[in-house]
């Protein structure tokens, strides 16, 4: 295939896109509005500490892997401890996440009835799918509470959406967010058995390193080197003001910028969707409107510090999620300087702490003493701090994550459509295919590289 491939944001979608593109030896421009690459993947030095303004890690994938590998980032890749406990808070106390058949039998998360419950899961009938309805579309919190029981769905996955999307297990719907666990209820009859043909399937493969994936210098470093990898091919400060099909039956493109006017024969919009449902209302109306439904709650993020002597309990872990009740503010905290050495000076713990998503939409909105004294108040709740912290940083997302939430199926639905309607474009981005670094990753090398959708 010739011709030109413009992909419109650098993100890291728009950032593999172009990679794959320009390994087919395409001539590919990549265009993006703000003096940085890397979209909401941003890591920040400050005061002796190492920052995640974003993502704070990655599950490492065979992508993720090989493309560490391309970039020479191997000497710079730092795993977490993949033993480090996690916690949530329900009932107004921590409990350690059971990852063994052991800890679950221990746990007080769940009542010896849930326990009974969860066991029982590949007894549990399942659903049959052929009659499956855009009006059934389960969500996450209606098929786990199926599958597993209401305990579950409400101390472990609410949790675990909340801190993952900023969502709500109640409003996502399950077949979108998480459509392996619907392949395994379709394919194998259960989750037991579908998790157990998936680790088959892993052991079978290359094998990937254990624990969760940053760098030295934290996770920008790979939307820097990817930016690095494409040279010239990457334009900052371009704002695509406008998108617009040729006229002249070729199956061309224009996008016009404040740089200038370009002609593509390929465009691959990796923008949020606002964003890019703005540019292309004027030639696909539906599937601006489809673009424009998709949520996005606004998200705070607070970076607080305390000394060692203001612990109350050593922090050795990945960190605790919250279960939604009246008596908690916060969504949950990344322990950061427990995950990786060097992101707080010596005798400093760094928290990343979580703040609005759809579940607390006005948090995001308090102001910055009122969020430092939401999120202390609940720390020093659960038993982990005492006293006042250092601010290292807080930042607000007013767009943050995606929510595929009920009917997310069919706005991607009226995307392929217009897709098929017009040649040669393509939607990118973290609302199609996956929220997470690794899914974005794949996402835009199968899009950059001609692969249908």
Do not use: C
């Not at 703000?34 to 005061?47: L, N």
């Not at 990852?99 to 009974?116: D, F, H, I, Y």
């Not at 008596?327 to 322990?335: C, D, F, K, N, Y």
């Not at 006293?387 to 997302?397: A, D, F, K, L, S």
Request: net charge positive; aromatic share 6%; hydrophobic share 45%.
């Amino acid at each position: 295939m010739s011709g030109r491939t413009v992909v419109v944001g650098a993100g890291l979608s728009g950032l593999a896109a172009a990679l794959a593109s320009v390994r087919r030896g395409e001539e590919t421009v990549l265009l993006e509005a703000s003096d940085r690459p890397g979209g909401v993947v941003r890591s920040e030095r400050r005061d002796g500490y190492l920052l995640e303004l974003g993502p704070n890690t990655v599950r490492p994938t065979p992508e993720i892997v090989a493309l560490v590998r391309e970039l020479g980032l191997e000497a710079e890749a730092v795993y977490a401890d993949a033993r480090l406990p996690r916690y949530v808070d329900f009932g107004g106390e921590l409990h350690a996440v059971p990852m063994s058949p052991g800890a679950l039998l221990a746990t007080r998360l769940l009542s010896p009835g849930a326990k009974l419950r969860l066991l029982a899961e590949p007894l549990i009938r399942a659903r049959r799918y052929e009659a499956a309805t855009e009006d059934s579309d389960e969500s996450v919190r209606e098929f786990v509470a199926r599958r597993l029981g209401p305990q579950v769905a409400e101390r472990l996955v609410e949790p675990f959406v909340g801190g993952v999307f900023a969502g709500s297990a109640e409003r996502l719907s399950v077949a979108a967010a998480f459509p392996s666990l619907v392949e395994w209820e379709r394919s194998h009859g259960g989750l037991l058995a579908g998790a157990l043909a998936a680790r088959r399937a892993r052991k079978a493969s290359a094998p990937l390193p254990r624990g969760l994936l940053s760098f030295r210098e934290g996770m920008e470093a790979l939307p820097r080197a990817l930016a690095a990898r494409l040279g010239e091919t990457l334009r900052l400060k371009w704002t695509v003001d406008s998108l617009a099909p040729r006229n002249d039956g070729g199956g061309r493109w224009t996008l016009s910028a404040a740089g200038g006017t370009l002609e593509a024969d390929r465009v691959l919009l990796t923008l949020p969707a606002d964003r890019a449902g703005a540019l292309v209302a004027g030639f696909a109306p539906e599937a601006a409107r489809a673009l424009a439904a998709i949520p996005y709650p606004p998200l705070a993020l607070l970076h607080l510090a305390w000394g060692d002597h203001a612990l109350r309990r050593p922090l050795s872990g990945f960190g605790q999620l919250v279960a939604p009740s009246p008596a908690r503010r916060i969504l949950g905290a990344v322990w950061s300087s427990s995950l990786f050495s060097g992101r707080a000076p010596a005798g400093r713990t760094l928290l990343t702490v979580f703040l609005g998503g759809t579940r607390d939409p006005e948090a995001a909105a308090l102001p910055d003493a009122a969020l430092v004294a939401a999120a202390v108040r609940d720390l020093e709740a659960e038993g982990l701090v005492q006293g006042p912290p250092e601010i290292v940083r807080i930042t607000r997302w007013e767009r943050a994550i995606p929510q595929y939430e009920h009917g997310h199926a069919r706005r991607i639905a009226i995307l392929e459509e217009a897709e098929r309607r017009w040649p040669g474009l393509r939607f990118g981005g973290n609302y199609r295919g996956g929220i997470s670094v690794g899914d974005v990753v794949k996402r835009g090398l199968t899009a950059g590289s001609g692969a249908s959708p």
